[in-house]
Every structure is written in structure tokens, then in C-alpha cells.
T-cell receptor, first 114, second 114 residues
């Protein structure tokens, strides 16, 4: 069945450093890859997404890259700040009879230390 | 203005009881979802409705029954609660059911079964 693996499970960086989170998906028909940020006790919120016809997308300090051949996609956060501390989830979905089902990775807990 | 709201925020109950969680969205979206987030933060889709019709029904015990009285509401009723049902339940909505549709999450309902 569909599966999304996410690494690392925890990541600790110093403020100002970069952070990279990697995901691998199993279903080659997947065509949409969102990333969600969940702060402690809060709801998941979309921070960036990428479609399968694009290799890279950037939004200020956040970028996502997609390698369809290897079925890998990654989140890059540059110049990290303490407010970036949260759990980050990658997800993958595909169109399936007119509906899409998001399959989430297990999450990465990012801690940014001042 | 709350986009996706859930009630109650916290629910503490005894094993064997029946309980309901309500969800409402004021975004005018056609599609709504229920997710379960376990103690390890893993997010898993349970159900999805599009215009009041069930379109995703994952492998969930039939003690869980969703109901969508209209496309702005999706409620979750749980019969005969078990210890393993303890989790945070998130409602979400999206404009449509196809790929590329951002899902907006509610604040979550933390269910504790004693």
C-alpha cells in the first residue's frame, strides 16, 4: 500500500543553521507533496507544497525539492529561528477516482536553539 | 473568524461510553475529513466526505460512524469507547476532493478514554 517514510525523527540545530528533512514515497502515481508544520498543542498548517511537474519550489526561507525518479522529496529551512521549532510532516497524495488521500510521514520534531 | 472549528476541545470519558465530536467549516469547502493523531504524533486519515457523500473510508472499526448533515458539517460518533481510542482527532476541509487541494485543519479534540 501507499507509504511515506520521513527522516530524521528528531533534529536539533542552532539558530541560523539550516535544517533538512527528507521523505520517500512508495506510490509512483503520487503527484502532490505538501508539508505541514504543527506547533505544540496546535493544528497542522500547510507551509509549502509541490506538484509532480515541478522539481523545486521556494518561499522565503523554505524550499522543497522533488526527485520523481528516486521518489524523494525534501524540505529545506535556511537561517532557522526559534519559532521554527515544531513538528514537520511531509505527505503525498495522488488523484484516485476524483479524490485524493493524503498519506503522512511520521513527522520530524525540529528544535532550534538560540 | 474561525475557519474550521471542532467541539469539544477536550473529552474525557469512561470505557464503553458513546461520544460525539462535531466539526464545522465556514470556508465554503466541498470536502471534509477526519484524522486521528496518536500519542506518537502519527496522522492518519479515517474518513472523507465530498458534498455529504462518503468518499474515503479507511480501515476503521465500525464503532466509528461519521455523519455529514450538510457540506459544512462533519460529525464523528464513537460507540463503545476503548482505551486505544485515546488520541487527538482532527477535522479538516478542502475546496475540492482532487489533488492539489490544501487541507485546512481544525484545532483538534483530545479524547481520553479511562
Amino acid at each position: 500500500g501507499e507509504n511515506v517514510e520521513q527522516h530524521p525523527s528528531t533534529l536539533s540545530v542552532q539558530e541560523g543553521d539550516s535544517a533538512v528533512i527528507k521523505c520517500t514515497y512508495s506510490d509512483s502515481a503520487s503527484n502532490y507533496f505538501p508539508w505541514y508544520k504543527q506547533e505544540l498543542g496546535k493544528r497542522p498548517q500547510l507551509i509549502i507544497d509541490i506538484r509532480s511537474n515541478v522539481g523545486e519550489k521556494k518561499d522565503q526561507r523554505i524550499a522543497v525539492t522533488l526527485n520523481k525518479t528516486a521518489k524523494h522529496f525534501s524540505l529545506h529551512i535556511t537561517e532557522t529561528q526559534p519559532e521554527d521549532s515544531a513538528v514537520y510532516f511531509c505527505a503525498a497524495s495522488k488523484s484516485n477516482g476524483g479524490y485524493n488521500k493524503l498519506i503522512f510521514g511520521a513527522g520530524t520534531r525540529l528544535a532550534v536553539h538560540p | 473568524d474561525t475557519a474550521v472549528s471542532q467541539t469539544p476541545k477536550y473529552l474525557v470519558t469512561q470505557m464503553g461510553n458513546d461520544k460525539s465530536i462535531k466539526c464545522e467549516q465556514n470556508l465554503g469547502h466541498d470536502t471534509m475529513y477526519w484524522y486521528k493523531q496518536d500519542s506518537k504524533k502519527f496522522l492518519k486519515i479515517m474518513f472523507s466526505y465530498n458534498n455529504k457523500e462518503l468518499i474515503i473510508n479507511e480501515t476503521v472499526p465500525n464503532r466509528f460512524s461519521p455523519k455529514s448533515p450538510d457540506k459544512a458539517h462533519l460529525n464523528l460518533h464513537i460507540n463503545s469507547l476503548e482505551l486505544g481510542d485515546s488520541a487527538v482527532y482532527f477535522c479538516a476541509s478542502s475546496r475540492g476532493s482532487g489533488s492539489y487541494n490544501e487541507q485546512f485543519f481544525g484545532p483538534g479534540t483530545r479524547l481520553t478514554v479511562l
